[in-house]
């Protein structure tokens, strides 16, 4: 079931809406409000705030990777046990994939059915923004949108030019944010970066956003608005129940898949956790930064995407940990990794020395390669099988050389080749979501416990033993 929601939208990227939807969270939260989160697109970093503000794990909705027919499902799953579902949009409202397919925010609020609140750059506009407004209401009819959010307003004088206007074609104002420190708290003092780099400083700055937002937003109106979404009975994804990412595990008992967490490697959906759990993997943490063993009796690996970069020579400097990973792979381990974890396990980034499990070579550049992504398995592995397609997406600055030719990745531009594999391993610039292929979780774990059967305990007794549901 689909209950209370609300979409946090935004005219263009930079106008704030990540600032008010996450202290929108933090605000609810604070009054005893069971929030859930949910960003649009393929975001990691947003999701990571979300998370903290809410005390709930991250969430991504994704029609362009998933299909548009997953969203309802999608969001149930992320809203189960919630009193109300926020979710964030991704650039300005209506923007999304070049090729049309369904992807932005508009296609997601319409597709459950929830009204829309969008966020406006009040600066240095006062009546013009009537016909703003008007334009984003009225170029899709079938899309409700709520009211809006002024960020930026200079002055009370400022903000009452901007509230009359905007009364004069019917849309209501639910809050007004003033140019202030508070409603640039990431911009000033966290930027671009994942909670887990910072989780003390994030957390006083979502307090006091969380504050900031209470005063100056209407939330019982975004309460009421929220509650008059119509509910939905949602289908299951595939014939699953909703807390479930593949309908029976593969194995009679569950295998031990190591995942590298920690500052360096933080990007791994929420849904592919549960897809793999439910496969029968028992995920186990661990950080490449600090601990110089893997965990004990597992039969897959799985490195994330993350930055790396960042903490290069930390990593470098763990060279037990590094030397087992890389017996762990030689020994049929299967193995997991995507974007960060394909260049940790090259043999080199910016002068580091990495595992050195891969033929290559990589380093930081000043090219952003950011897109969705059609995809071709090239050979068999863990993950695929040759010829097997997927839909993923890119997002690094980084160029490592030999590039590989695990896939084939196409977007609408160009169509290149990419990444390693072999038959106990995959490593690829491409980030997949399983939310909708569940089949892809069980074809790894099968792998993982395939191998476990193979090999004995690849790492010393005493090494890391954290759940990732425990994370």
Same mark, same amino acid.
């Given at each position: ?13 930079? &106008? #704030?809406?990540?600032?008010?939807? $996450?202290? /929108?969270?933090? @605000?609810?939260?604070?009054? +005893?409000?069971? *929030? ?116 930026? &307003? #200079?002055?009370?004088?400022?903000? $009452?030019? /901007?509230?009359? @206007?905007?009364?004069?074609? +019917?849309?209501? *104002? ?298």
């Amino acid at each position: 079931m689909l209950g209370p929601r609300l979409v946090i939208a935004g005219t263009h990227s930079g &106008v #704030g809406k990540t600032t008010v939807a $996450t202290g /929108l969270m933090a @605000a609810f939260s604070a009054a +005893g409000e069971r *929030v859930a989160s949910a960003k649009v697109g393929p975001d990691f970093i947003d999701p990571g705030y979300h998370s903290l503000a809410t005390g709930r794990a991250p969430r991504n909705l994704d029609p362009w990777m998933c299909g548009p027919d997953a969203m309802q499902p999608l969001a149930a799953r992320a809203a189960d046990g919630a009193d109300l579902l926020l979710i964030e949009g991704v650039m300005g409202l209506f923007d999304g994939a070049v090729d049309g397919t369904p992807s932005s925010t508009a296609d997601v609020a319409t597709l459950l059915e929830a009204p829309v609140v969008l966020v406006v750059d009040g600066s240095s506009m006062s009546a013009s923004v009537a016909a703003l407004v008007r334009g984003f209401r009225d170029h899709r009819p079938e899309l409700r949108l709520a009211g809006v959010i002024l960020n930026r &307003v #200079g002055s009370p004088h400022h903000e $009452t030019l /901007l509230v009359d @206007a905007l009364a004069d074609i +019917g849309v209501d *104002v639910l809050g007004t944010l003033p140019r202030d420190d508070a409603f640039t708290w990431r911009d000033r003092h966290l930027g671009l970066v994942p909670v887990e780099e910072r989780p003390e400083e994030v957390t006083v700055a979502l307090r006091e956003l969380g504050a900031a937002m209470a005063d100056r937003c209407d939330l019982d109106a975004l309460a009421r608005i929220a509650n008059a979404a119509p509910e939905i009975t949602t289908k299951p994804l595939h014939g699953e129940p909703l807390d479930a990412g593949s309908p029976t595990p593969v194995a009679n008992d569950p295998v031990r898949v190591a995942v590298a967490g920690g500052p360096a490697f933080t990007f791994l959906y929420r849904d592919n956790v549960e897809a793999l759990t439910a496969a029968g993997a028992e995920l186990v943490s661990f950080d490449p930064l600090d601990d110089e063993h893997l965990p004990d009796n597992i039969g897959g690996l799985i490195i994330g995407g993350g930055f790396p970069e960042e903490f290069a020579s930390r990593l470098a400097d763990n060279t037990k940990l590094m030397a087992g990973v890389a017996t762990a792979i030689d020994s049929g381990v299967a193995t997991w990794a995507e974007c960060g974890g394909l260049l940790w396990l090259g043999s080199e980034l910016d002068g580091h020395p990495m595992v050195g499990a891969l033929p290559s070579r990589s380093r930081m550049t000043d090219r952003l390669t950011l897109g969705y992504r059609e995809a071709t398995a090239n050979i068999d592995n863990p993950v695929l099988a040759a010829g097997d397609q997927v839909r993923g997406h890119e997002f690094h600055y980084s160029q490592t050389e030999p590039g590989g030719d695990a896939i084939t990745l196409r977007s609408r531009f160009n169509e290149r080749a990419e990444g390693f594999a072999t038959p106990g391993l995959f490593a690829t610039y491409l980030h997949l979501h399983l939310g909708t292929r569940p089949d892809i979780a069980q074809r790894f774990v099968r792998a993982c416990s395939e191998a476990a059967a193979r090999t004995s305990a690849v790492a010393r007794p005493g090494a890391v033993a954290r759940t990732e549901q425990d994370r």
